[in-house]
């Protein structure tokens, strides 16, 4: 391996050198042909990955804990309610027992700041299964997908549609990194974060790309090679939903916006999709469509950051 990641953790693409993103890209494009083959490739044997789910999860649960098994190693899942975490112990402590026990750690929650000292006060590798803030995994997952299809990131242009949120910040993070030129269309009031856009323009202006903070999806959209859309309400913003669905109804990803796109572009969803809201039934079903091969490649994608910082 061209580039050495063991003990690192993995908690936002910004972290991540440009060299780190391509060798996870690598290893994912080899395991997944050994996958494929039925080539044997335990990297992990006796490695043991311990899981935190503060939210629920089809995708990352699944992927992980199918892609540490494939690997040799076994997964153990942790639900809400099942550790001690911040009721009695706090997550320092928390972090520096499980580091006694595990090889590494998985997290999904709310505050990205516990992913953070999560990875501070522990001695293992922590990798970050979605914050309030980033879903880093999906993105490198995203782009992996793209550049299968594509064969090339640089100078591609991606069309973010809908809430400025943890997949807005994460796609700036992502595109500004490989040199993707990103324009994101929100309503007023849920705009993704200035520090995040600032951080992607000074990465998208080493790259030579762009980086767009727009009101209007007509614009974003205007000769996209990808257009990307999830929920208006994500995990734990349930009781903001039917507010929200109001202020970005004219936000819909549907077969008059994609119009504007160019012709072979590629719809891309993190899942899980609320169709009929942000995107109808119509755009996720078309052949332009690649929803599910992202949902497949979260496994490869992860299994390779696994293997390379465990
Ligand atoms: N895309 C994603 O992270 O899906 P889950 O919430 O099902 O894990
Ligand atoms: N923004 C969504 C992403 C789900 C994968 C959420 O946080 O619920």
């Known amino acids: ?30 395991l997944k042909e050994k996958l494929l083959t039925g080539e044997p490739h335990r990297l992990l044997e006796g490695k043991t990955l311990g899981m935190i789910f503060s939210k629920p999860s089809t995708r990352t649960r ?45 997290i999904r929650t709310f505050d990205h700041q516990d992913v953070i000292d999560l990875a501070k006060y522990g001695s293992i590798p922590v990798i970050n299964g979605l914050t309030d803030l980033l879903h ?18 640089k100078g591609l242009k991606l069309a973010y549609i809908g809430d400025g949120n943890n997949m807005a910040h994460s796609l700036l993070n ?14 007023s009031g849920y705009k993704p974060l200035a520090e995040i856009v600032s951080n992607a323009k000074a990465n998208a202006n080493y790259m030579g790309s762009k980086v767009e903070i727009l009101d209007d999806p007509v614009a974003a959209v205007k000769g996209a090679d990808i257009i990307y859309t999830d929920v208006w309400a994500s995990m734990g913003q349930e ?11 004219s936000y819909q990803v549907n077969d008059q916006l994609v119009k504007n796109a160019k012709d072979d572009y590629l719809f891309m ?8 809201d942000e995107v109808t039934n119509e755009v996720c079903d078309s052949p332009n469509s ?21």
């Open 1 to 30: 391996m061209a580039v050495n990641m063991k003990g690192k953790s993995l908690i936002s693409i910004h972290d991540l050198t440009l060299e780190e993103v391509y060798e996870i890209f690598d290893v994912a494009k080899t």
């Open 62 to 106: 699944i992927s992980f804990e199918t892609g540490i098994f494939q690997l040799g190693g076994i997964g153990m899942y942790f639900g809400a309610n099942d550790l001690q975490l911040k009721k009695s112990e706090s997550v320092a402590d928390t972090a520096r027992v499980l580091s006694r026990y595990l090889s590494g750690i998985m």
């Open 136 to 153: 880093p995994c999906q993105v490198l997952t995203d782009l992996f997908t793209i550049l299968e299809k594509r064969r090339v990131l």
């Open 174 to 187: 992502g595109c500004s990194k490989v040199g993707m030129d990103i324009s994101i269309a929100s309503p």
């Open 239 to 249: 009781q903001e939903a039917a507010d929200r669905k109001k202020k970005f109804m």
């Open 269 to 276: 969803h993190c899942l899980p999709a609320h169709r009929g």
């Open 290 to 310: 690649v929803i599910f091969d992202e949902a497949e490649n979260r496994l490869h994608v992860q299994k390779a950051i696994m293997a390379l910082v465990m």
